[in-house]
């Protein structure tokens, strides 16, 4: 049964740091997707990481994957208020298959303070 | 931007009471899928679709039905609606390459 891990659940940062959320998962897989969901609204798709070492990067968000490691990671650079929301993580759990159902993270909630 | 319709988007209804969540989409995606969230939890798949008359149930298990009668439309049905039926749902579209996955507005859903 493929599991998936994010952490930190909750991180609170001051603007301008970096960090970075994990993302592990329990089985293989050949898709990660990273969402965003700001409270009360719907997922907006951030990152879609096909392979191993894929590394994509929009704005102050960059995204990674290592598939030997069953890791990937969010990377926050010179953080902003704006970017407060919750990101999940999620693993398609059908490796080769047409089915792409998802399997999510607990999501981490990201506070962004002045 | 994806072309995902869902409606009612926030609904308070009685126990007992049927309801349908409506999911239509104009991009003409085979896949469709339906999660359910609860408040500040993680979103869990309960139906899906692969194309016109393919219904399967996810890895959650619900009282709901769906059906896919044509291929923009992919409808939620709870027959009796009960308390712990409260939660988000929101519906989904994928193309055949499954790249993206695309969500609804979701729709909230409160039984009282």
């Known amino acids: 049964e493929l599991k998936v891990e994010q952490n930190p659940l909750f991180l609170s940062m001051q603007e301008g740091k970096n960090y970075t959320i994990y993302c592990n998962y329990s089985?293989?897989?050949?898709?990660l997707y990273w969402y965003r969901q700001d409270p009360g609204k719907s997922l907006e798709s951030l990152f879609v990481?096909?392979?191993?070492?894929a590394v994509k990067q929009e704005g102050r968000l960059m995204a990674s994957l290592d598939t030997k490691a069953r890791l990937s990671t969010l990377h926050i650079t010179a953080a902003v208020h704006d970017l407060s929301a919750t990101y999940f993580c999620?693993?398609?759990?059908?490796?080769?298959?047409?089915?792409?159902?998802?399997?999510f993270g607990k999501g981490t909630k990201l506070s962004v303070k002045p | 931007e994806a072309d995902i319709y869902q409606t009612p988007r926030y609904l308070v209804i009685g126990t007992g009471k049927k309801i349908t969540l409506e999911c239509s989409q104009t991009?003409?995606?085979?896949?469709m899928y339906w999660y359910q969230q609860d408040p500040g939890m993680e979103l869990h798949l309960i139906h899906y679709s692969y194309g016109v008359n393919s219904t399967e149930k996810g890895d959650l298990s619900s009282e709901s039905t769906v059906s896919r009668i044509r291929t923009e439309h992919f409808p939620l049905t709870l027959e009796s609606a009960r308390p712990s039926h409260t939660s988000q749902y929101l519906c989904?579209?994928?193309?055949?390459?499954?790249?993206?996955?695309?969500f609804g507005e979701g729709s909230w859903l409160t039984v009282v």
């Open positions: 989904a579209t994928s193309g055949s390459s499954r790249n993206t996955i695309y």
């Open positions: 089985t293989t897989s050949d898709r």
């Open positions: 990481l096909l392979s191993n070492g």
């Open positions: 991009m003409g995606h085979d896949k």
């Open positions: 999620a693993v398609d759990a059908n490796y080769g298959g047409s089915q792409g159902n998802l399997i």
